[in-house]
C-alpha cells in the first residue's frame, strides 16, 4: 500500500518537473514564430475560466504532456500515486484558470504556488507569468509580471 507521505512526496516531484518543462515549454510557445500555430487558441479567453485549461490545440496537449509524462515514469510506483498525481494537476490547473482566488483554498498554503492571480495576468496581457503550479522559474527569470 503507497503511504500518503510518499504520495505528497512523489506528487511534489512530479510537479516540480511538470513545472519546469512546462516553464521553458510555455515560453517556447509564446516566440512570435509560432505563437499564432499552437498556443494561440489557448489565449482566446482573456479572461480564463475553470474548463479553458483544456482549450487547446491538440499539439499542446503532447508538448505539456510530456512535463505529466516523464514524472511519472520516473516515480510511479503504485497506481494510487498516477491517480493522486492527476488529480492534483487537473485540480491546480482548473484552479489557475478559475478566474477565483478563494481565500481559504487549501493549494495556496503550498510555498510558491502560482494560482489563478498569477495565471489571470498571463492571460490578460499575453506575457509573462508563464509557470504552472510553482512561481520559482518566473522570480528567477524575471518573468514574474505580478
Ligand atoms: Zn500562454
Ligand atoms: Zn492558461
Excluded at 37 to 62: D, N, R, S
Excluded at 74 to 95: E, K, N, Q, S
Aim: charged share 15%; aromatic share 20%.
Amino acid at each position: 500500500m503507497a503511504r500518503w507521505y510518499m504520495l505528497l512526496l512523489r506528487c511534489f516531484g512530479c510537479a516540480m518537473i511538470e513545472g519546469t518543462l512546462h516553464y521553458f515549454l510555455h515560453r517556447l510557445l509564446h516566440h512570435k514564430r509560432i505563437y499564432k500555430y499552437i498556443h494561440k487558441i489557448h489565449h482566446e479567453f482573456q479572461a480564463p475560466f475553470g474548463i479553458e485549461t483544456e482549450y487547446v490545440h491538440p499539439l499542446e496537449i503532447l508538448i505539456f504532456g510530456t512535463g505529466y509524462i516523464i514524472g511519472v515514469m520516473l516515480l510511479f510506483d503504485h497506481i494510487i500515486f498516477l491517480w493522486a498525481w492527476v488529480t492534483f494537476r487537473l485540480i491546480g490547473a482548473i484552479d489557475t484558470h478559475s478566474g477565483y482566488d478563494i481565500p481559504l483554498n487549501p493549494l495556496n498554503l503550498i510555498p510558491f504556488y502560482a494560482g489563478s492571480w498569477h495565471h489571470d495576468f498571463h492571460h490578460m496581457n499575453f506575457t509573462g507569468n508563464y509557470a504552472s503550479t510553482f512561481t520559482w522559474w518566473d522570480r528567477i527569470f524575471g518573468t514574474d509580471s505580478v
